[in-house]
């Protein structure tokens, strides 16, 4: 699903990235991870297709999987921090918002960021930002999303694909029946369109 925030939307929060002007390539982005049986298969996928994403991972789960953190690196992918605990910004104070992500970023060193949820206020963007590159994304897959098929997600997400775009799939069990249905045909059309599949450097 192509996400294009209204003008306003990039006025009143110019901290968002939410696609990257290049001609060339497209940005893969995977939430939640890393995730056991379903991480790995994700890496050697991209393998298979020469291609390179970044996973924005949850700290409790780089706690608990530590290896497979590693290996997200050791095949040279870009890690994010999606806060420790997958919290509901809207629903936390700032002090609280803040210190989740801070406990992700003592194991996760990365200058990216990206809310669960794509849920936070404005107080609580102010201050991630001042130490974070806070990336949205442009095309949704909505993986996530147990009631849509392989068939449409695939659909949704391969419709009005552009160089530049930041696409947003799932590192998780919930997510695994559709994405690994939409990714090895995501990576067939992206390299049919002579495009390539590239790490977010902000």
């Known amino acids: 699903m192509r996400i294009d925030p209204p003008k306003i939307v990039k006025r009143l929060y ?15 982005t995977f939430d939640d991870g890393p995730t056991p049986g379903v991480t790995e298969w994700i890496l050697n996928m991209l393998d298979r297709y020469n291609a390179k994403a970044t996973f924005f991972v949850l700290g409790k789960n780089v706690e608990l999987y530590p290896d497979l953190y590693q290996m997200i690196l050791e095949r040279g992918h870009k890690v994010g921090n999606h806060t420790y605990s ?5 629903t936390m104070s700032l002090d609280r918002y803040v210190e989740d992500v801070d406990l992700a970023a003592d194991m ?6 990206r809310p669960p949820y794509a849920q936070i206020t404005r107080a609580q ?15 949704l897959s909505r993986d996530y999303n147990r009631s849509l098929s392989p068939k449409r997600c695939l659909q949704g997400t391969i419709r009005d694909l552009r160089a530049g775009d930041i696409i947003s799939l799932h590192d998780s069990a919930k997510s ?24 977010l450097e902000l």
């Not at 997958?86 to 809207?90: C, E, I, L, M, P």
């Open 125 to 139: 963007l102010r201050e991630v930002a001042k130490r974070f590159r806070v990336v949205m994304w442009s095309v």
């Open 86 to 90: 997958h919290q509901k910004g809207w």
């Open 14 to 28: 110019p901290e968002m990235i939410w696609r990257v002007e290049d001609d060339e390539g497209v940005y893969l």
């Open 176 to 199: 695994f029946r559709n994405t690994s249905y939409v990714l090895p045909q995501l990576l067939r059309h992206v390299r049919e369109r002579g495009l390539e599949c590239k790490i």
């Open 108 to 113: 996760v060193h990365s200058e990216l960021f």
